[in-house]
């Protein structure tokens, strides 16, 4: 799994890209259309209601189908209760569908999560697509289950800028382990 | 009538000092109204009764033992972590946390969640208003 650092000069657009981190498994022909990994979440209400008892995972990183399925079932939400209000849940779930990943194709990792996924198939997890599962089979299971990670869903416990929609290598800290390098 | 007046206002702030603002005030209170419809003897919310049901185990929503403590901390001044996700939580103890138990909604929605892990079922009236007196005195 080498990764290849790639220097685009975008001379068609006049836009100059600076780096770009590809991956040598998916395509690269769209490589230079990627406007960044997924789309920051900055709705006051999603990261109030949605970001209380996890990371406030982005709409982009679940195609819509997913959400409005999960948002059809908050009263049992993973044996949860993150039940809303009738308004909040129909303001939700609208965000969550105009931002989900089958919306944001521009951004590079809600690309590959959407293309990962069978149309026949509704994951109820990120961490059930089969894009996120590639890209996390190789770590060890006693990194996951230590107390300052827990699950693989607590993102920003090992993607230090996952707030920021940042989930490159190069921005993972792994708690009592470093930094990852599979090389 | 005037002077009467702000004697009158400066006991009721005395009476509120570490009590909860108007609007938590009302919501306890109609807790109170429940508590006594279903239980004659009843006067008021006791402490060391939610100290109890804070901290008390019982077979949760998920099968396993698990109290309030167990995502909220025993120390409610310091931070804890939810047992679920493993994501911190801020403090419960609205001296170290002002924030706490100032929003009638956010209280609401979360007792009823959380009584619901615990417990498996919602609070009563008297239940949550002696568990709220318990956060409240921390």
Known sequence: ?183 | MKKQLALLIVSGVLANAGGFNPSMQGYIDSLKVEAKKSNNSFADFNAKRGELIFTSKHIGKRGREISCASCHGANLSLSSQNAFTNKSIEPLSPRTNPKRLTNVQDVQKWLKRNFNDVYKREGTPQEKGDVLYYIKSK
């Open chain 1, 1 to 183: 799994m080498k990764k290849i650092l790639l220097i685009v000069p975008f001379l068609l657009t006049g836009v100059l890209l600076v780096a770009v981190m590809a991956d040598d498994d998916e395509d690269h022909r769209s490589i230079g259309r990627s406007i960044g990994d997924v789309a920051v979440s900055k709705d006051a209400t999603y990261i109030k209601e949605c970001g209380s008892c996890h990371f406030a995972y982005q709409p982009g990183l679940l195609p819509k189908r997913s959400w409005v399925k999960m948002m059809n079932t908050l009263d049992n939400h993973f044996k949860d209760d993150a039940s809303l209000d009738q308004k909040t849940t129909k303001y939700i779930t609208n965000y969550l569908v105009k931002n989900s990943s089958d919306n944001a194709m521009d951004y590079k990792r809600s690309r590959k999560i959407t293309n990962s996924i069978s149309v026949n198939q509704t994951p109820h997890r990120i961490t059930k697509t089969p894009y996120f599962i590639h890209k996390h089979d190789e770590i060890p299971k006693k990194i996951i289950v230590q107390k300052e990670v827990g699950t693989l869903g607590n993102c920003i416990a090992c993607h230090t800028a996952a707030d920021r929609g940042i989930y490159s290598e190069r921005a993972i800290k792994i708690p009592n382990y470093g930094r990852w390098d599979d090389d």
